[in-house]
């Protein structure tokens, strides 16, 4: 089945430097890899997605490449704000919304004002 | 637009116990996954349902069952309960024809 691995587990910048996250996917199959942010207490939300068609793709200070040969896949968070700070997960899928997602253990993102 | 609802916000119960976990789904979605979060992990996927079937499932055993309603709101249903189901339960919805998840606030299951 498919395994996800993320790194680093911890992040922390000062508040305005940028942030990247790095994951590696093994199942070829995978098409479709969405990140959330969850902050303390609350549920994933989902913040950006990218999938198997497309390299890279924006969202204001967000952005995700993936690299298909690689299999591997990361999410760049540029002008970092103290509100940024949260545990993001990386996930992968082969069918989106009518399949499982599967997830990488998470990034704590400390962002330092 | 109401997002993803999930109650109870938190339960305590007791090793042996049975308990009960409700979602109501976003607006619109027909699918309704649920994963279980241990503390310091990434969601697990637990099982799927659409169309009032169980349509995958992850690696939980049997104690963990499921429901889906016309409505699509779904249950979470967990027997003989152990000191390792302690976890943070959360939903997601999503369209079937589409590809976003989306999560709900989570129940955070207590066992002792």
């Known amino acids: 089945g498919e395994n996800v691995e993320q790194h680093p587990s911890t992040l922390s910048v000062q508040e305005g430097d940028s942030a990247v996250i790095k994951c590696t996917y093994s199942?070829?199959?995978?098409?479709?890899f969405p990140w959330y942010k969850q902050e303390l207490g609350k549920g994933p939300q989902l913040i950006i997605d990218i999938r198997s068609n497309v390299g890279e793709k924006k969202d204001q200070r967000i952005a995700v490449t993936l690299n298909k040969t690689a299999k591997h896949f990361s999410l760049h968070i540029t002008e970092t704000q103290p509100e940024d700070s949260a545990v993001y997960f990386c996930?992968?899928?082969?069918?989106?919304?009518?399949?499982?997602?599967?997830f990488g253990k998470g990034t704590k993102l400390t962002v330092n004002p | 637009d109401a997002g993803v609802t999930q109650s109870p916000t938190h339960l305590i119960k007791t090793r042996g116990q049975q308990v009960t976990l409700r979602c109501s789904p976003k607006?619109?979605?027909?699918?309704v996954s649920w994963y279980q979060q241990a503390l310091g992990q990434g969601p697990q996927f637990i099982f799927q349902?659409?169309?009032?079937?169980?349509?995958q499932r992850g690696n939980f055993p049997d104690r963990f069952s499921g429901h889906q309603f016309p409505n699509y709101s779904s249950e979470l249903n967990v027997n003989a309960l152990l000191l390792g189901d302690s976890a943070l339960y959360l939903c997601?919805?999503?369209?079937?024809?589409?590809?976003?998840?989306?999560f709900g606030p989570g129940t955070r299951l207590t066992v002792t």
């Open positions: 349902y659409y169309e009032e079937e169980e349509r």
């Open positions: 996930a992968a899928s082969s069918q989106g919304g009518s399949e499982k997602l599967v």
């Open positions: 607006s619109g979605h027909d699918t």
């Open positions: 199942d070829s199959a995978s098409n479709y």
């Open positions: 997601a919805s999503s369209l079937e024809i589409t590809y976003e998840q989306y």
